[in-house]
């Protein structure tokens, strides 16, 4: 079945530090891939998505890239802050099967 | 953008007792609704997918008779946990489809849930 991976946390970096978190999936067919962010106490939050092989997804200076011939699907960011201490999650979505499934959730910590 | 109200955003509650959280879909239609349950440092289980009109469908493992699922019109579906214990304490969340799956999913901003 359709599941997702992701890098283990907790991930503990300095501010303006170059921050990549890691994603691969296993999917049939052709999934739309998402990250999303949770802050403490809140929901979710959509961060960023690519709905086919190559697309790149971008949204407050993170980035991710659709890339199926490694099913994956990494989070980068050039210069991280403070305010992006949060827990990230990977995310896919098949359609067909009308749900989303997430990875274990990455949590991330940035040192003044 | 679309956005699913949710409510309360925490409640406290005695063993035994019942507990209904509610989720609005305040500027599109939600045909389907996801309720999702969050353990400390742990990823989101889904427990149900909720369609309106019609009765929710389960995931394996969760008790349909403990977790009541409502969804009676197109902007509100509700969960109702029924005589609830300590180990239902968690972190509950709903969510919508947006058109197509393609576009994502919006979420709630949650329910935290202490059964004491």
């Known amino acids: 079945g359709n599941s997702v991976t992701q890098m283990e946390g907790p991930v503990t970096l300095s501010e303006e530090a170059f921050l990549t978190i890691n994603c691969t999936y296993t999917?049939?067919?052709?999934?739309?891939l998402f990250w999303y962010v949770q802050y403490p106490g809140e929901g979710l939050q959509l961060l960023l998505k690519?709905?086919?092989?190559?697309d790149k997804g971008s949204n407050k200076g993170f980035e991710a890239t659709y890339r199926k011939e490694t099913t994956s699907f990494h989070l980068e960011k050039g210069s991280v802050q403070v305010s992006d201490s949060a827990v990230y999650f990977c995310?896919?979505?098949?359609?067909?099967?009308?749900?989303?499934?997430f990875g274990s959730g990455t949590r991330l910590s940035i040192r003044p | 953008g679309a956005v699913v109200s949710q409510h309360p955003s925490w409640v406290i509650c005695k063993s035994g007792t019942s507990v209904k959280i509610e989720c609005r879909s305040l500027?599109?239609?939600?045909?389907?609704m996801f309720w999702y349950r969050q353990f400390p440092k742990q990823s989101l289980m889904l427990m149900a997918t909720?369609?309106?009109?019609?009765?929710?469908?389960?995931e394996q493992g969760v008790e349909k008779d403990k977790f009541l699922i409502n969804h009676a019109s197109l902007t509100l579906s509700t969960l109702t946990v029924t005589s609830a214990h300590p180990e239902d304490s968690s972190f509950y969340i709903c969510?919508?489809?947006?058109?197509?799956?393609?576009?994502?999913?919006?979420f709630g901003s949650g329910t935290r849930l202490t059964v004491v």
């Open positions: 969510s919508a489809r947006l058109s197509g799956g393609a576009e994502g999913y919006t």
């Open positions: 999917a049939t067919g052709y999934p739309s």
């Open positions: 690519a709905t086919k092989a190559d």
């Open positions: 995310a896919l979505s098949d359609y067909g099967a009308s749900k989303i499934i």
């Open positions: 500027d599109f239609q939600a045909t389907t």
């Open positions: 909720s369609n309106e009109g019609s009765k929710a469908t389960y």
